[in-house]
């Protein structure tokens, strides 16, 4: 595929005789400094007269990327993928196989990104390219007439882009740092990007400057890939988040930085997860994630596994829990289902809870572009003859799937409330939908179904958690102009249990059900069932659940104050919603409990100092938040409470260092920009006061998007069919627990 390596160096002729930089700070101005022979050596293309600046002075905007120099790079400058193959042949071949090589040249980002060249010029993919084609960005092929060969277009991330990452930072949308490509880097910082293998055998540790740095081993150089937002550049309005699989990892018990996650783990990074030792020992340079079409369509073998291999590694359960009545009071729920001896009620209609939990996946799952993956829980009732009693999340025949399954999916609207289904994302308005389950939190799908007369006993319930990249509407849209294939369905998770028909309402206690179902303990079960509930904010039925795995812990175990510690917490969001003190006074017992049996678990002490704030003690919340504050400097919640509540004690100049913690941690937190904004003018700071007013004018909640997203809801009630919430009515979805 290198045929259209033609026409590269016509371009001496257009280009300006001359280096310039950039100054990010200037508006409207494009600084092309005073012109000056540049060395070859230096290896920096220059700006092309015809280069078109349409969104300011720096040619790389609308994206955060930038190179050391402020200058571009040329494509001759990259080093090929297949240099580096000469002396690391393994990690090569499975790179080629990555969805990092292959980021901008397979079809489904291919079929995207020509609809929005089509649509709004080819300068604004500049956003794209930072992450999709870095080579093509900084060489200044993204203009119109470019006439840069683009032998890169096969290579996508290539190793010579990530292996050149001189520094990173996390607000995302390509916020890096990339220095000229080299092959060495001589002690006194010399950079050398043409050494033949003798050269660099004979002197490793240059090479090692030049290619391997500390940052390589952080997850923050992925965050600025693996975090983006839609800015007005590209949909002509408003600041829009994407995707932030950094910070919900970040936030997850897998960075061990935070307090609030339900358990501890041991840390993961996105290296230890996604690029594990390969068989020669040196980290795996496939990265597999969910991306099955990718592999379907070149036909990799080896890649297709190392994907439906993770996918299907126990990182996501599925457990058929409880079992209801509809005509029986809501609070009645029979679970475990299999070990209280229950049966289908013959003639009557039954409510099955199926819990799927993100034990193992470091963010949220499914991670990223939901709007075109795929994810649901499919559900099926069938009797002894095979009868099919009730059938949920079944692909039609036409390959698509059923609107009403219980899916963990994006569903984003446009300007007219139609929906965006070719990931068209600049034309994105409002997301009216947004199901996924963040890392170690727990889901609930509700199937009701009718249980005729005439059914034969044993009715065998079946529950499968599917993936599919991409969904059918993508897919079909895709070969429009590329053909490609069906992408497979990968089972991640099943469970299955049969269950007795009976005639009477209340069954004699009968023998252990066999059943398929994770191993987890029955706390387990419970407090999973719990959060699932917490997260749909069922919180009554939440503290049910909460209080039944507490029973099940043994006396003063750290199981009994984790489970206090949960039911604190919701007894802390009923009080939100309205209820009365009595559920702080059961909270303040709760935790008590709690934190008599583990005194210094930071996420007892979390809560104990929300629970102070509630009751006007500010001092004994301040005590714990800032303690927590100095054991997780990396929090932002904790770092959020402290600071409001330095603003109640009217500590202003300890607010606003606090508020600029937060935004250490997370650069796009809308509060820490609108406190900001109102804390610099108090000082009399106008300029830093200005720059956060719009930086929150650019974020803050957009209320035209809101009514279009209840109003897409109300037309669309299937969406969410199988959501406990939904019987109580216009609940919130899509917020984050
Ligand atoms: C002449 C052979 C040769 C070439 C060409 C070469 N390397 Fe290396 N590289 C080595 C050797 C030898 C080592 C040290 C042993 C090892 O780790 O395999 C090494 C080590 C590395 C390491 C560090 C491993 C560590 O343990 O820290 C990285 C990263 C790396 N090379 C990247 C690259 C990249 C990227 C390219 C292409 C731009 C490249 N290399 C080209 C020979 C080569
Ligand atoms: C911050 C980096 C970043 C930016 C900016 C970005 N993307 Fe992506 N894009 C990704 C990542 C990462 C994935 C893979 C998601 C995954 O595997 O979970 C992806 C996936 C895609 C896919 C699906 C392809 C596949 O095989 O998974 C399409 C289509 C796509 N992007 C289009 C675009 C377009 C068009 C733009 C510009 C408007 C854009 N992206 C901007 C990082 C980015
Ligand atoms: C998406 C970014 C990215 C790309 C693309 C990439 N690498 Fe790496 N590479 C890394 C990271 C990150 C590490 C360090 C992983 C770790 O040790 O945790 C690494 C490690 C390495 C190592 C050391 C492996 C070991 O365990 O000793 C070598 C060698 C290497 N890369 C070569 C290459 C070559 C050759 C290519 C292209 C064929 C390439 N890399 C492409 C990010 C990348
Ligand atoms: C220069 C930008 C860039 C950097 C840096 C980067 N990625 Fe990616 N990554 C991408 C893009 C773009 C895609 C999606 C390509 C596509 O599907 O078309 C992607 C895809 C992935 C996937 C998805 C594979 C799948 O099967 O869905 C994983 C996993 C991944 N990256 C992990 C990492 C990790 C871990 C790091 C840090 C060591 C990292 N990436 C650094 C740009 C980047
Ligand atoms: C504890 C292990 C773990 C950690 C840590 C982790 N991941 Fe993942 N990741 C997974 C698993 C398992 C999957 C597959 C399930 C899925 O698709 O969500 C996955 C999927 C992905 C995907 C593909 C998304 C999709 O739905 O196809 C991307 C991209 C990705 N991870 C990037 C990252 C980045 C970037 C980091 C670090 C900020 C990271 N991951 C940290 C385990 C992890």
Redesign the pocket.
Known sequence: MRTCLIAIFVLGATWLAGSFSIAPSSHGVILIKSPQTVRAADGFAELPADYELPFGPNPFAPSNARTTTGKFIKQADFIPAARCAACHANVHSEWSE???R???R?P??QANVKLLIKERGIAVTRHCE???N?VALFSGALTTNSRIARPFDEE??TCS??HS?AS?GTTGT?S?EIAPPALLERANGERVSEATDDEINADLPSHYRAVMRPL?KT?E??A???KAAVVPELNKRKWLRSFVVYDEWQQSAFSTETVQPLSRRDRQT??S???PPSTDKKASHR??????A?PAHYNWPGQSKA?SDLLRSGVISVDIFALRYPSDDPCKLMAPIESVGVGLLSGERATVDVVVANKGVGHAFPAELRDIFEAWLEFQAVDATGRVLASSGAVREDGSLELDAHAYRAVPVGEQGQPIIRHDIWNTRATALDRQIAAGRADVGRFTFFVPKDAHSPVTLTARLNYR?FNRRFTDWVTLDTRVDRSPVVEMAQATIPLPITRAASVPASPRLPVSTSAASEFARWRAYGVALFDQQQYEAAAHAFDQATSLASNGSTEEASSRIDLAMTCLRMERAGSSQSVLDRAEKSLARALEIAAVNPRGRYYRALLNIKRFRYSEALRDLESLGREYPRDRQVWGQLASLYLVHRRDADAQSAYEHVLKIDPDDTEAHMKLAGLYWRFGMAEPAKREQDAYQARHTDTVAETMRRNYLRAHPELYATWPWREFGDNPIGSMP
């Open positions: 990555s969805a990092h292959n980021s901008f397979e489904f980002y930072s992450c999709h870095p996508g991330v882009v990530c990452i990173a390509g890096y390589l997850p150089l992925c600025a890939c693996h996105c290296q997860c996604h690029m990265w597999p994630g969910g991306n099955t990718i994907t990249r």
